[in-house]
């Protein structure tokens, strides 16, 4: 598997590979048909290399036994970037670097499943860096991202959609779902939006008023 790096404008976002669980490798190869620019995470990379994608960039606190010839000699030529500060995850240290280097817009895959601490950690971090990078963590079964206070899109019917709030969220709309809201709110712990899904063919519509609420699409 490869990516040919194609870049168009600098609109295409690029890829983390984190190093939870492994997604399949066909949603593996859609996402890297459209990213120019690889970031593997610390140890993930050697599953990756067995994968022939080329790499651009290996980056961690490398805390555990680790073989820099060895990748250089199979990612040839690979950035190498150690980051030694542990009061940031490995995943915070790529979306830094990715800033720093001037990028938009990031997708994230291997970034759920094992260890639910790193997933939690891992999704919500996408709060934290909204003023600075378009983040969107994918798995086999979901998609996530921060929504805009006025979202729409075109969704096909009994699509499954959660609203997962951070914190409390207030003033929600909705438009085509189920279970629609009307000038509500949802707060994590006490009442979320887990598990809706779209009602007819058409654009959905989201709006809210104050709060941090991410969308996630689900598929079984």
């Known amino acids: 598997m490869s990516s040919h790096h194609i870049v168009r404008d600098d609109q295409e976002p690029a890829l983390i590979i984190a190093n939870g669980a492994s997604c399949s490798n066909e949603l593996l190869g859609q996402l890297l048909e459209w990213s120019p620019f690889v970031i593997v995470l610390d140890s993930a990379i050697d599953r990756v290399l067995d994968l022939n994608i080329k790499v ?29 500060n542990q009061d940031k995850t490995d995943l915070e240290k790529a979306f830094d670097y990715l800033i720093e280097k001037g990028h938009k817009a990031v997708n994230v895959i291997w970034a759920t499943g094992k260890r639910a601490d790193h997933t939690i950690t891992n999704i919500t971090n996408i709060i934290a860096y909204r003023n600075q990078l378009k983040i969107v963590i994918l798995d086999d079964h979901s998609k996530v991202f921060l929504l805009p206070n006025k979202y729409e899109k075109w969704y096909t019917a009994n699509t499954i959609i959660s609203l997962i709030p951070i914190g409390k969220v207030t003033g929600i709309t909705t438009l085509n779902l189920f279970y629609s809201l009307n000038n509500e709110d949802l707060t994590i712990g006490y009442r979320t939006g887990s ?9 959905v519509k989201i709006e809210h008023k104050d709060g941090d609420l991410l969308l996630m699409e689900c598929w079984d």
Not at 58 to 79: H, N, S, T, W
Not at 195 to 203: E, K, L, M, Q, Y
Request: aromatic share 8%.
């Open 195 to 203: 598990s809706n899904h779209v009602t007819n063919d058409g654009i």
């Open 56 to 84: 651009d960039v290996l980056l961690g606190d490398f805390d555990r036994d680790f073989d820099a010839e060895k990748v250089k000699e199979k990612q040839y030529p690979i950035e190498i970037v150690h980051t030694p």
